[in-house]
């Protein structure tokens, strides 16, 4: 089954301590993204890779990092999460620009 | 900078009927793509429409289907019959076709319907 695959769904962590969600994508795409959601903002872009070895930041990057070594993984790393971290997160890829999105399925993130 | 704006946060429809979710989105584009994404309970993101900007045709899928006004800047939605499982919030997204900002999809800050039965 072609799947975005998030884990872990849910986290509560303390602030300060480092935690990686991780996002695999079984589709061979080249694009993957990672977005945010917060109530009253709709989603928005953190970071995004067109391909192996290429990221760059989208409209929200402060506090996280992302790596992109193999094509399925696309990690979103947060070294030092703040309460401000506490969101909706979304791994998402596609095969090129302008086609479906399909989005994993969201990792509710808390950080106390 | 691309924005969307979808001006309606809440909405409500009964069951079977027809309810029309707004959209409209700023650009100096003339070639882009446009979709409805829709968010149930269980938060997954599921793709109901998509549309090309040099399409005139209105794009339909099943009891969804568009009004893409193009010089309006305009791209509702129309849910037809309406059904419980209907009941999600909805985004509207919009997304370059080329060059920088081509890698994102620009969202809405969405419309929460709910079908009552």
């Known amino acids: 089954e072609a799947q975005v695959t998030q884990n872990p769904r849910y986290l509560i962590t303390v602030t300060g301590k480092k935690l990686t969600v991780t996002c695999s994508q079984n589709?061979?795409?080249?694009?993957m993204s990672w977005y945010r959601q917060d109530p009253g903002l709709g989603l928005r872009q953190i970071y995004y890779s067109m391909n192996v070895e290429v990221t760059d930041k989208g409209d929200v990057p402060e506090g996280y990092k992302v790596s992109r070594k193999e094509k399925r993984n696309f990690p979103l790393i947060l070294e030092s999460p703040s309460p401000n971290q506490t969101s909706l997160y979304f791994c998402?890829?596609?095969?090129?620009?302008?086609?479906?999105?399909?989005f994993g399925q969201g990792t509710r993130l808390t950080v106390v | 900078a691309q924005t969307v704006t979808q001006s309606q946060p809440e909405m409500s429809v009964q069951e079977a009927e027809t309810v029309t979710l707004s959209c409209t989105y700023d650009t100096s584009e003339n070639n882009y793509y446009l979709f409805w994404y829709k968010q149930p309970p269980s938060r997954q993101m599921i793709l109901v429409i998509r549309q090309e900007a040099y399409k005139q045709q209105n794009a339909t899928e099943n009891r969804f289907s568009v009004n893409f006004q193009k010089a309006a800047k305009s791209f509702s939605l129309k849910i037809s019959d309406s059904q419980l499982g209907d009941t999600a919030m909805y985004f509207c997204?919009?997304?370059?076709?080329?060059?920088?900002?081509?890698?994102?999809?620009?969202f809405g800050k969405g419309t929460k319907l709910t079908v009552n039965p």
């Open positions: 589709m061979n795409h080249e694009y």
């Open positions: 998402a890829s596609s095969p090129l620009v302008g086609a479906e999105a399909f």
């Open positions: 997204a919009f997304m370059k076709p080329r060059g920088k900002g081509s890698e994102k999809l620009v």
